[in-house]
């Protein structure tokens, strides 16, 4: 019958609702637990202990005599509406008038012996939807109990009351109660009309049914109390064997006597009951097993105490009745051990009240319920529900274009700045009405200097001390006093004096003082100037010279990628927010409106503010004294302004987040005031006024702060670790919380706790309290709290303490009280894969509610983030469950943090896509699909890649700003430079991150891709260098042979000089334009998969190593230098081979059909697609082309019409002649101010018309425009810095290099695809090597992040492709129908020259960038269709290799399954 029984009151406190005058009040601390376990019957009482037993039926409740039990403390009904009837009548009515024209009619019919009693009841002209919030009562129970006869739709409220919907008829709404328990005697009620949110009472008062009483015909008969033992059990089976709280056990043990007696009045006899009840096999079964112990010599008594110590040393679970059973017979297996080593009964007895028993049980947790579920069954979503996508909007990039106007005084400082050669302790900026105090502090060795600087008009005296501790007004010694001060009491007095820096006069006046002794602090002043004194906004200004030296960016540069007014107009408030949390929320919510309105950075700025002050690099409060109401309505305050911005503005909801997140929730009023009444009751009820009590007392009645949370926390783990003070300091340490901090408050904490033993239990318990109600003001987005919020509870005041009353929030999902529920009862269970699902379904559930209008929606995010945090540290707490666990629980793992990241993020569908990518991967493992690894390899990379991706988009919002106001605040350079890191590290990407870390290894060894690909397997020996970007040493030459480790490479980079190998972890595809340069310039090129090896490659930084690589793997060693000398592979080329360019002119055509295409007109890239336009087999398409040949662009420029432009580019040149590389980019600036002459644009009509292709004219002039323009930027692309670069490495002469330009009409491909016809990793000629992606190939040999279906396919089997990867590209690139300009530059093709892909191909129209699914696209999921397409591009490449009898790179493209190809050349 009973599970385990106690309440679990921590549960009981956050599911609480609203309580009414009929309800029991329950005091807010957390009882001790209690259990009960079934056993038959105490045979003997013989052998007492200090222990009691109360014997209900089944059920017996074994509970210590001297244990502090948890008291409820119950509350006298008011009843000013009954109803009294009276047992002679067979029909009662009355009737109310509850609220105007709504009436009550209630009509009570008499029951006849053994019937039940009915009561009816009518509400007329109330709402459409009410409820009846109703109990019954019985002599012997104070409190409600709840009658298990019930209406249809009746729900059980918080185990207190009944909720019934009344029954629509008509202008009324009737209900009938049924009451067949003969022992209640009446019924209470009030009426609840949900669509309007009212309760209708009496006077403010229950309604209360008086039943009639009924004749009795079983007064006289006794029923066996072994059969009232089985209807109790038979009660439970069939109220779905629920848990039970001892009342409620007491409660059903009398109504199956009830029950009973029922049977009886119709004609039942004992003998009747007996057989019908014992003929239950389980019952009979369930006895057999209780009176199994029998057999033993044990007495039950004693098995009952040691099941109870069993109990509480597994830390007081809740046992099902099968586990109470068992635990019994565990009891009774280590009584009988006793035994058998021959103690006696006695001994045993003593033995249990000393503990002596050896005991083998695991703790488990309190509140653990096993009634519930093991885990939610989570419901069917479409994972595109999840899709949030907003258009980017214009950011407020830099408020002032011009260079910052610094005033005297910070020019002064700036220039001072500069010649401190010592570490800067720290920066302050002082506001003195339009003027500024500035001042740095210094740390020489052994010494700390304070440099003040002001541009005060008058005269100014610096009234001055130094502290030993904070607060202190001490003289400071004759020794540190400057030149011409004055030493007083307690103080000294010195003038500031007017000097200068570098001989460049500033009317500001400045002051210097050494201290030399390291005893001191800090240092207070206040100023005199103008007959006035000026302090710190009403406190003392204050210089801490406790920090570590740190350092303090010197300049804070121009503000670009920041709102920077809004960041100048906090660092100036910034002195006035520190006097308190009060003051510093009120300005924050001040600035809100401008922060929205300047976009996403303006809310950057509020963030970075926060979060500096949230991580201590703000002073909290200063000689200010605020009550915590005052701080908790100053939240309140701000976080309305989050929640309205949020619900307002949808596409700020995730920065929004992130502000409030480093907030509390607050409170108006009362919440925040309960922070200082309820540590006085925790004194006055514990006897602990005076020490560290008292001291926290004092602080907390000045400016509370969160740091009171984790001093409550410590207070807590200092007690329930038997007080071990070194626990509280470690708790205090590892929350940033250090002794010179606690020293630091106005009101220091100098003492540390000092508690009697005696005291623990009531200190638990108020201390516990106490930490929700900190929690409720600081921690918004703490989980207990959060929910706490959501679901509504209520706090007694004691004495003078104010009670606290939170509704629930309304509209919450149908079952959301139960899945929270479930979340807190398993949110320290070690297995965490049944609290992510829950979690992820509460978050789902949530997620509709958070896009409406609801005026507790900030309750709902802080819910929603205190969630999403969970989720993380879930995660964190599961890398142990993980460490052996198989590849399809890492994966589903995987699949919930990319669910609850999507969740929190906005603009999440590269996360939607990589989800169902991991879904699908999970479904191709169950199935047994052979490439489930590969693919799910191909998903892990994207999803790395989206990670990284969301990374640089919030270090492209929030650095700068954390960088400008870090230096305008001087916060500490460190914290700055991690600003962003450690938000990325703070949330749940960084646990998606260590997870994939974990699959990465096995889905490579289950796939067998080993740690590398390589992708120019050339033999190398050099010394390692290691650098971030290849990018960053493209252009640079290295004196000896270079093994360069590029943490990042795009694909377009160019192989710098002197470089023998490139090792990178980046992914550039096999066939991009790096890895083509790589093998054409015999460089060896590699990507590592394995970070280790990454890492020990690197650890070889300046050492000598050789690399010998083969096709899937690398070998590397270290050498010496003689085998450096010895190797001929290690000599440096100088100098690239001998290539030169002959220069093309002009042959008198703009325009050139393909028909005549020559070597003196256009390129070889022109010359193939005309080649195999006529060569190709029928089925291989080739697009229709036209051309700008050789010396258009060199007549254009000199045609009368460009005579400005020609002039201009003519200097800009000599400027690039002269080394001046910036050049470059005003080269093509200037191309692109060119005009078309006439002519040129009627020969390029006429040849497009003649060749039937479409002329973009005819679809308007600007049409034309946009065509044009694309030419000139082919045109301008000669002067790419990459081509640019290129062509000086081999010495080629850029002015001889001359631009074609082939015209073709673009293809929309469905995929496109690159062919090399001999594998370029193995330089296998019998192979053919391929990659393949979706929509244009620009995505292919541009810098586009992620990798390409790749596959090879054997000539003489072209049927059977091997796919070797899939794809992991984020995006596809689409356009509607359009042409193409491509580069067909003289120099592309040169031989030993890689000069492919240097020089740009541009579309007429913006190409689109789609976010690509995997999930659904054929390629991936239908294996006849990949094989037919991937087979039929193979036997395309093999065509074309036999028309040109040599090796092929080919690029082409698939539309509806035809094959397009759009190039060729020779495979170099």
């Given at each position: 019958m009973?599970?385990?029984?106690?309440?679990?009151?921590?549960?009981?406190?956050?599911?609480?609702?609203?309580r009414?005058?009929?309800?029991?009040r329950?005091?807010?601390?957390?009882?001790?637990?209690?259990?009960?376990?079934?056993?038959p019957?105490a045979?003997?009482?013989?052998?007492?202990?200090?222990?009691?037993?109360?014997?209900?039926?089944?059920?017996?409740?074994?509970?210590?005599?001297?244990?502090?039990?948890?008291?409820?403390?119950?509350?006298?009904?008011?009843?000013?509406?009954?109803?009294?009837?009276?047992?002679?009548?067979?029909?009662?009515?009355?009737?109310?008038?509850?609220?105007?024209?709504?009436?009550?009619?209630?009509?009570?019919s008499?029951?006849?012996?053994?019937?039940?009693?009915?009561?009816?009841?009518?509400?007329?002209?109330?709402?459409d939807?009410?409820?009846l919030?109703?109990?019954?009562?019985?002599?012997?129970?104070?409190?409600?109990?709840?009658?298990?006869?019930?209406?249809?739709g009746?729900?059980?409220y918080?185990?207190?009351?009944?909720?019934?919907?009344?029954?629509?008829?008509?202008?009324?709404?009737?209900?009938?109660?049924?009451?067949?328990?003969?022992?209640?005697?009446?019924?209470?009620?009030?009426?609840?009309?949900?669509?309007?949110?009212?309760?209708y009472?009496?006077?403010?008062?229950?309604?209360?049914?008086?039943?009639?009483?009924?004749?009795?015909?079983?007064?006289?008969?006794s029923?066996?109390?072994?059969?009232?033992q089985?209807?109790?059990?038979l009660?439970?089976?069939?109220n779905?064997k629920?848990?039970?709280?001892?009342?409620?056990?007491?409660?059903?043990?009398?109504?199956?006597?009830?029950?009973?007696?029922?049977e009886?009045a119709?004609?039942?006899?004992?003998q009747?009951?007996?057989?019908?009840?014992?003929?239950?096999?389980?019952?009979?079964?369930?006895?057999?097993?209780?009176?199994?112990?029998?057999?033993s010599?044990?007495?039950?008594?004693?098995?009952?105490?040691?099941?109870y110590?069993?109990?509480e040393?597994?830390?007081?679970?809740?046992?099902?009745?099968?586990?109470?059973?068992?635990?019994?017979?565990?009891?009774?297996?280590?009584?009988?051990?006793?035994?058998?080593?021959?103690?006696?009964?006695?001994?045993?007895?003593?033995?249990?009240?000393?503990?002596?028993?050896?005991?083998?049980?695991?703790?488990?947790?309190?509140k653990?319920?096993?009634?519930?579920?093991?885990?939610?069954?989570r419901?069917?979503?479409?994972?595109?529900?999840l899709?949030?996508?907003?258009?980017?909007?214009?950011?407020?990039?830099?408020?002032?274009?011009?260079?910052?106007?610094?005033?005297?005084?910070?020019?002064f400082?700036k220039?001072?700045?500069?010649?401190?050669?010592?570490?800067?302790?720290?920066?302050k900026?002082?506001k003195?009405?339009?003027?500024?105090?500035?001042?740095?502090?210094?740390?020489?060795?052994?010494?700390?200097?304070?440099?003040?600087?002001?541009?005060?008009?008058?005269?100014?005296?610096?009234?001055?001390?130094?502290?030993?501790?904070?607060?202190?007004?001490?003289?400071?010694p004759?020794?540190?006093?400057?030149a011409d001060?004055?030493?007083l009491?307690?103080?000294?007095?010195?003038?500031?004096?007017?000097?200068?820096?570098?001989?460049?006069s500033?009317?500001?006046?400045?002051?210097?003082?050494?201290?030399?002794?390291?005893?001191?602090?800090?240092?207070?002043?206040v100023?005199?100037?103008?007959?006035?004194?000026i302090?710190n906004?009403?406190?003392?200004?204050?210089?801490?010279?406790?920090?570590?030296?740190?350092?303090?960016?010197?300049?804070?540069?121009?503000?670009?990628?920041?709102?920077?007014?809004?960041l100048?107009?906090?660092a100036?408030?910034?002195?006035?927010?520190q006097?308190?949390?009060?003051?510093r929320?009120?300005?924050?919510?001040?600035?809100?409106?401008?922060?929205?309105?300047?976009?996403?950075?303006?809310l950057?700025?509020?963030?970075?503010?926060?979060?500096?002050?949230?991580?201590?690099q703000?002073?909290?409060?200063k000689?200010?004294?605020?009550?915590?109401?005052?701080?908790?309505?100053?939240?309140?305050?701000?976080?309305d302004?989050?929640?309205?911005?949020?619900?307002?503005?949808?596409h700020?909801?995730?920065?929004?987040?992130?502000?409030?997140?480093?907030?509390g929730?607050?409170?108006?009023?009362?919440?925040g005031?309960?922070?200082r009444?309820?540590?006085?009751?925790?004194?006055?009820?514990?006897?602990?006024?005076?020490?560290?009590?008292?001291e926290?007392?004092?602080?907390?009645?000045?400016?509370?702060?969160?740091?009171?949370?984790v001093?409550?926390?410590?207070?807590?783990?200092?007690?329930?670790?038997?007080?071990?003070?070194?626990?509280?300091?470690?708790?205090?340490?590892?929350?940033?919380?250090?002794?010179?901090?606690?020293?630091?408050?106005?009101?220091?904490?100098?003492?540390?706790?000092?508690?009697?033993?005696?005291?623990?239990?009531?200190?638990?318990?108020?201390?516990?309290?106490?930490?929700?109600?900190?929690?409720?003001?600081?921690?918004?987005?703490?989980?207990?709290?959060?929910?706490?919020?959501?679901?509504?509870?209520?706090?007694?005041?004691?004495?003078?303490?104010?009670?606290?009353k939170?509704?629930?929030?309304?509209?919450l999902?149908?079952?959301?009280?139960?899945?929270?529920?479930?979340?807190?009862?398993?949110?320290?269970?070690?297995?965490?894969?049944?609290?992510l699902?829950?979690?992820?379904?509460?978050?789902e559930?949530?997620?509709?509610?958070?896009?409406?209008?609801?005026?507790?929606?900030?309750?709902?995010?802080?819910?929603?983030?205190?969630?999403?945090?969970?989720?993380?540290?879930?995660?964190?707490?599961?890398?142990?469950?993980?460490?052996?666990?198989?590849?399809?629980?890492?994966?589903?793992?995987?699949?919930?943090?990319?669910?609850?990241?999507?969740?929190?993020?906005?603009?999440?569908?590269?996360?939607?896509?990589?989800?169902?990518?991991?879904?699908?991967?999970?479904?191709?493992?169950k199935?047994?699909?052979?490439?489930?690894?590969?693919?799910?390899?191909?998903?892990?990379?994207?999803?790395?890649?989206?990670?990284?991706?969301?990374?640089?988009?919030?270090?492209?919002?929030l650095?700068?700003?954390?960088?400008?106001?870090?230096?305008?605040?001087?916060?500490?350079?460190?914290?700055?430079?991690?600003?962003?890191?450690?938000?990325?590290?703070?949330?749940?990407?960084?646990?998606?991150?260590?997870?994939l870390?974990r699959?990465?290894p096995i889905?490579?060894?289950?796939?067998?891709?080993?740690?590398?690909?390589?992708?120019?397997?050339?033999?190398?020996i050099?010394?390692?260098?290691?650098?971030?970007?290849?990018?960053?040493?493209q252009?640079?030459?290295?004196?000896?042979?270079?093994?360069l480790?590029?943490?990042?490479?795009?694909?377009?980079?160019e192989?710098?000089?002197?470089a023998?190998?490139?090792?990178?972890?980046?992914?550039?595809?096999?066939l991009?334009?790096?890895?083509?340069?790589a093998?054409?310039?015999?460089?060896?090129?590699?990507?590592?998969?394995?970070?280790?090896?990454?890492?020990?490659?690197?650890?070889?930084?300046?050492?000598?190593?050789?690399?010998?690589?083969?096709?899937?793997?690398?070998?590397?060693?270290?050498?010496?230098?003689?085998?450096?000398?010895?190797?001929?592979?290690?000599?440096?080329?100088?100098s690239?081979?001998?290539?030169?360019?002959?220069?093309?002119?002009?042959?008198?055509?703009y325009?050139?059909?393909?028909?005549?295409?020559t070597?003196?007109?256009?390129?070889a890239?022109?010359?193939?697609?005309?080649?195999?336009?006529?060569?190709?087999?029928?089925?291989?398409?080739?697009?229709?082309?036209?051309?700008?040949?050789?010396?258009?662009?060199?007549?254009v420029?000199?045609?009368?019409?460009?005579?400005?432009?020609?002039?201009?580019?003519?200097?800009?040149?000599?400027?690039?002649?002269?080394?001046?590389?910036?050049?470059?980019?005003?080269?093509?600036?200037?191309?692109?101010?060119?005009?078309?002459?006439?002519?040129?644009?009627?020969?390029?009509?006429?040849?497009?018309?003649?060749?039937?292709?479409?002329?973009?004219?005819?679809?308007g002039?600007q049409r034309?425009?946009?065509?044009?323009?694309?030419?000139?930027?082919?045109?301008?692309?000669?002067?790419?810095?990459r081509?640019?670069?290129s062509?000086?490495?081999?010495?080629?002469?850029?002015?001889?290099?001359?631009?074609?330009?082939?015209v073709?009409?673009?293809?929309?491909?469905d995929?496109?695809?690159?062919?090399?016809?001999?594998?370029p990793?193995?330089?296998?000629?019998?192979?053919?090597?391929?990659?393949?992606?979706?929509?244009?190939?620009?995505?292919?040999?541009?810098?586009?992040?992620?990798?390409a279906?790749s596959?090879?396919?054997?000539?003489?089997?072209?049927?059977?492709?091997?796919v070797?990867?899939?794809?992991?590209?984020?995006v596809?690139?689409?356009i509607?129908?359009?042409?193409?300009?491509?580069?067909?530059?003289?120099?592309?093709?040169?031989?030993?020259?890689?000069g492919?892909?240097?020089?740009?191909?541009?579309p007429?129209?913006?190409?689109?960038?789609?976010?690509?699914?995997?999930?659904?696209?054929?390629l991936?999921?239908d294996?006849?269709?990949?094989?037919?397409?991937?087979?039929?591009?193979?036997?395309?490449?093999?065509?074309?290799?036999?028309?040109?009898?040599?090796?092929q790179?080919?690029?082409?493209v698939?539309?509806?399954?035809?094959?397009?190809?759009?190039?060729t050349?020779?495979?170099?």
């Amino acid at each position: 019958m009973s599970g385990a029984v106690g309440n679990n009151l921590l549960l009981q406190y956050y599911f609480s609702p609203t309580r009414f005058e009929h309800k029991r009040r329950t005091n807010s601390s957390i009882s001790s637990w209690r259990s009960s376990f079934f056993q038959p019957r105490a045979i003997s009482q013989t052998h007492q202990l200090p222990l009691s037993t109360e014997l209900h039926g089944q059920i017996l409740t074994v509970k210590k005599i001297i244990s502090r039990m948890g008291k409820r403390r119950a509350v006298t009904r008011s009843s000013q509406a009954v109803l009294a009837t009276d047992p002679s009548s067979e029909l009662l009515v009355e009737k109310f008038n509850l609220d105007g024209n709504v009436e009550l009619k209630v009509e009570v019919s008499s029951p006849t012996s053994g019937s039940v009693a009915v009561v009816n009841i009518q509400v007329t002209s109330g709402g459409d939807s009410l409820l009846l919030h109703w109990g019954a009562v019985k002599p012997q129970n104070k409190n409600w109990i709840l009658p298990q006869r019930r209406p249809v739709g009746t729900m059980v409220y918080q185990n207190q009351a009944l909720r019934s919907p009344f029954v629509k008829f008509g202008s009324s709404a009737v209900l009938k109660l049924e009451i067949d328990d003969p022992s209640i005697q009446a019924l209470e009620f009030i009426i609840f009309d949900e669509s309007q949110n009212k309760w209708y009472k009496n006077n403010g008062g229950n309604i209360r049914v008086q039943l009639p009483a009924r004749e009795s015909r079983t007064k006289s008969v006794s029923v066996p109390e072994d059969l009232v033992q089985i209807q109790a059990y038979l009660r439970w089976e069939r109220n779905g064997k629920q848990i039970y709280t001892p009342e409620q056990e007491k409660e059903e043990y009398e109504a199956a006597r009830l029950e009973l007696f029922e049977e009886i009045a119709r004609g039942s006899s004992i003998q009747d009951l007996r057989t019908k009840l014992t003929s239950k096999n389980d019952i009979r079964e369930s006895k057999e097993k209780l009176v199994s112990g029998t057999k033993s010599d044990i007495l039950d008594d004693l098995v009952q105490i040691q099941a109870y110590v069993r109990w509480e040393k597994a830390g007081k679970p809740n046992y099902s009745p099968e586990q109470q059973l068992k635990e019994f017979e565990e009891a009774r297996k280590e009584l009988q051990v006793e035994l058998d080593k021959g103690s006696s009964l006695e001994d045993i007895q003593k033995k249990i009240v000393k503990g002596e028993i050896k005991t083998q049980v695991a703790k488990q947790l309190a509140k653990k319920k096993f009634f519930m579920v093991e885990r939610i069954q989570r419901k069917n979503r479409d994972v595109m529900q999840l899709l949030t996508k907003f258009s980017s909007e214009p950011k407020e990039l830099n408020v002032y274009s011009e260079t910052q106007v610094l005033s005297e005084v910070q020019q002064f400082v700036k220039e001072k700045e500069n010649h401190i050669a010592d570490p800067v302790l720290c920066k302050k900026i002082y506001k003195i009405a339009d003027k500024e105090l500035q001042v740095l502090v210094a740390k020489p060795s052994g010494k700390t200097k304070v440099y003040l600087a002001t541009d005060l008009p008058k005269s100014v005296v610096l009234h001055w001390a130094l502290s030993e501790r904070p607060g202190q007004w001490a003289a400071p010694p004759l020794s540190v006093l400057p030149a011409d001060s004055v030493s007083l009491t307690k103080a000294a007095e010195t003038k500031f004096s007017t000097n200068s820096v570098d001989n460049q006069s500033y009317k500001v006046q400045s002051l210097e003082i050494t201290i030399d002794d390291e005893k001191f602090v800090g240092m207070p002043f206040v100023l005199f100037s103008d007959g006035k004194w000026i302090n710190n906004s009403g406190s003392d200004f204050y210089i801490d010279f406790r920090a570590e030296s740190r350092k303090v960016q010197k300049d804070a540069g121009d503000g670009r990628g920041t709102s920077k007014a809004l960041l100048g107009k906090i660092a100036e408030l910034e002195s006035e927010a520190q006097k308190s949390f009060m003051h510093r929320f009120n300005i924050a919510a001040d600035l809100m409106e401008e922060a929205t309105n300047a976009g996403e950075l303006g809310l950057a700025a509020i963030l970075v503010w926060m979060r500096f002050m949230a991580t201590r690099q703000l002073v909290w409060n200063k000689n200010y004294n605020v009550k915590p109401r005052e701080i908790s309505k100053a939240q309140d305050r701000l976080t309305d302004f989050l929640q309205k911005v949020y619900g307002n503005h949808p596409h700020y909801r995730e920065i929004t987040r992130m502000i409030m997140s480093t907030v509390g929730r607050g409170g108006e009023g009362d919440v925040g005031q309960r922070i200082r009444d309820e540590i006085l009751v925790i004194q006055r009820n514990n006897d602990c006024k005076g020490g560290m009590m008292e001291e926290w007392h004092q602080k907390l009645h000045n400016n509370t702060s969160p740091d009171d949370v984790v001093i409550c926390q410590a207070l807590i783990d200092y007690i329930e670790s038997d007080f071990d003070i070194s626990i509280y300091w470690k708790t205090l340490n590892d929350n940033g919380i250090t002794k010179e901090r606690l020293l630091g408050y106005d009101r220091a904490i100098h003492s540390e706790p000092n508690f009697r033993r005696d005291q623990k239990d009531g200190l638990l318990r108020d201390l516990q309290n106490y930490l929700r109600t900190l929690k409720a003001v600081h921690s918004g987005a703490d989980l207990e709290v959060a929910i706490a919020n959501c679901m509504g509870y209520r706090t007694e005041g004691q004495g003078f303490m104010v009670g606290v009353k939170i509704n629930p929030v309304p509209g919450l999902p149908s079952g959301f009280q139960e899945l929270l529920q479930f979340i807190l009862v398993n949110i320290e269970e070690k297995n965490v894969e049944a609290l992510l699902e829950g979690l992820l379904e509460a978050r789902e559930e949530l997620r509709p509610m958070l896009s409406q209008s609801n005026e507790r929606l900030r309750d709902l995010i802080f819910l929603d983030i205190a969630l999403d945090s969970t989720v993380r540290t879930a995660v964190e707490r599961g890398y142990e469950e993980l460490s052996n666990a198989s590849s399809e629980k890492i994966m589903y793992f995987i699949s919930l943090v990319i669910e609850n990241l999507a969740l929190s993020v906005d603009n999440n569908e590269d996360l939607i896509y990589c989800l169902k990518g991991w879904n699908l991967a999970l479904t191709m493992l169950k199935s047994g699909d052979d490439h489930w690894a590969m693919f799910a390899k191909s998903v892990l990379d994207r999803t790395r890649l989206a990670l990284a991706g969301k990374a640089e988009s919030l270090h492209q919002l929030l650095q700068p700003s954390a960088q400008y106001l870090g230096a305008l605040l001087g916060v500490d350079q460190g914290v700055v430079e991690i600003f962003t890191e450690e938000i990325i590290r703070g949330g749940s990407a960084a646990s998606l991150s260590s997870l994939l870390n974990r699959l990465d290894p096995i889905l490579r060894q289950t796939a067998h891709l080993g740690s590398w690909q390589v992708i120019s397997p050339i033999e190398a020996i050099g010394y390692v260098v290691v650098v971030d970007e290849l990018l960053s040493v493209q252009n640079k030459s290295f004196s000896k042979p270079t093994i360069l480790v590029a943490k990042s490479v795009r694909g377009e980079e160019e192989i710098p000089d002197g470089a023998v190998a490139v090792l990178t972890p980046d992914m550039p595809d096999v066939l991009s334009h790096v890895s083509v340069r790589a093998r054409n310039s015999k460089v060896c090129f590699a990507t590592c998969f394995d970070s280790n090896i990454l890492a020990d490659i690197q650890a070889n930084e300046g050492k000598l190593l050789l690399l010998k690589p083969t096709s899937a793997d690398v070998v590397y060693s270290e050498m010496q230098e003689d085998d450096l000398e010895n190797s001929v592979d290690s000599k440096i080329v100088s100098s690239a081979p001998p290539v030169a360019l002959v220069r093309k002119q002009f042959a008198g055509r703009y325009a050139i059909r393909s028909e005549e295409f020559t070597s003196d007109m256009v390129g070889a890239k022109s010359r193939n697609i005309a080649h195999l336009k006529v060569k190709v087999p029928s089925w291989i398409n080739v697009p229709t082309s036209v051309a700008l040949p050789f010396g258009v662009f060199e007549t254009v420029l000199s045609d009368d019409l460009n005579e400005i432009v020609a002039t201009k580019l003519q200097v800009l040149k000599t400027k690039l002649d002269g080394g001046d590389f910036s050049a470059l980019g005003e080269i093509r600036d200037k191309v692109l101010e060119l005009s078309a002459p006439p002519q040129l644009v009627k020969e390029l009509k006429d040849v497009m018309q003649q060749s039937d292709m479409p002329w973009p004219g005819d679809e308007g002039s600007q049409r034309w425009e946009q065509a044009w323009m694309a030419i000139k930027k082919v045109w301008a692309s000669k002067w790419n810095d990459r081509a640019y670069f290129s062509t000086r490495k081999v010495k080629l002469d850029h002015d001889y290099l001359c631009m074609a330009i082939l015209v073709q009409e673009i293809i929309n491909a469905d995929y496109a695809f690159v062919i090399h016809t001999t594998n370029p990793s193995s330089g296998d000629s019998s192979e053919i090597y391929c990659e393949v992606v979706k929509g244009l190939g620009e995505t292919l040999v541009g810098a586009y992040p992620g990798r390409a279906l790749s596959f090879v396919c054997k000539k003489n089997d072209l049927n059977s492709p091997q796919v070797l990867g899939y794809p992991s590209k984020p995006v596809g690139l689409y356009i509607k129908r359009s042409m193409i300009f491509r580069s067909d530059s003289n120099g592309e093709d040169l031989e030993g020259y890689a000069g492919a892909g240097l020089y740009d191909s541009v579309p007429m129209d913006e190409e689109e960038e789609v976010v690509l699914d995997y999930s659904s696209d054929p390629l991936i999921v239908d294996n006849n269709f990949r094989c037919s397409i991937l087979s039929t591009i193979a036997q395309a490449g093999s065509a074309i290799e036999d028309i040109y009898g040599s090796a092929q790179d080919v690029e082409g493209v698939v539309k509806d399954g035809k094959i397009y190809v759009v190039q060729t050349r020779p495979q170099m």
